[in-house]
């Protein structure tokens, strides 16, 4: 059975750094391409980057946030630097079918996601 668990979410204020992690059962991260996505309240689903054969960073957070992966953990993550109120969402990580250079393509698998709260 396919599973994705995320973790490190929490309450932080602004500029402090987070690392959020992606872990997997049920297949190896190693053979597919992950994507983590965010979701605030009220708005759209927002895909943030992602990891294949390539890399892929959103303009809203290239430069900020930094996707890597552990392949013996069969985990994923997130470096989260220099938070802002706006990256107050709902993170959450997926499997994907494709990265390209404009973006994350065909998301297949994903599980409950994280809440991460930016605030003064």
């Known amino acids: 059975q396919v599973q994705l668990v995320v973790s490190g979410g929490g309450l932080l204020q602004p500029g402090v750094p987070l690392r959020l992690s992606c872990a997997a059962s049920g297949f190896n991260l190693r053979d597919e391409a992950i994507v983590w996505f965010r979701q605030a309240p009220g708005k759209e689903r927002e895909g943030l980057s992602c990891?294949?054969?390539?890399?892929y960073y959103a303009n809203s957070v290239k430069g900020r946030f930094t996707i890597s992966r552990d392949n013996p953990k069969n985990t994923v993550y997130l470096q989260m630097n220099s938070l802002k109120p706006s990256d107050t969402a709902v993170y959450y990580c997926?499997?994907?079918?494709?990265?390209?250079?404009?973006?994350?393509?065909?998301?297949?698998?994903w599980g409950k996601g994280t809440l991460v709260t930016v605030s003064p």
């Open positions: 990891m294949g054969t390539r890399t």
């Open positions: 997926a499997t994907v079918r494709a990265v390209a250079n404009t973006g994350c393509y065909g998301m297949e698998h």
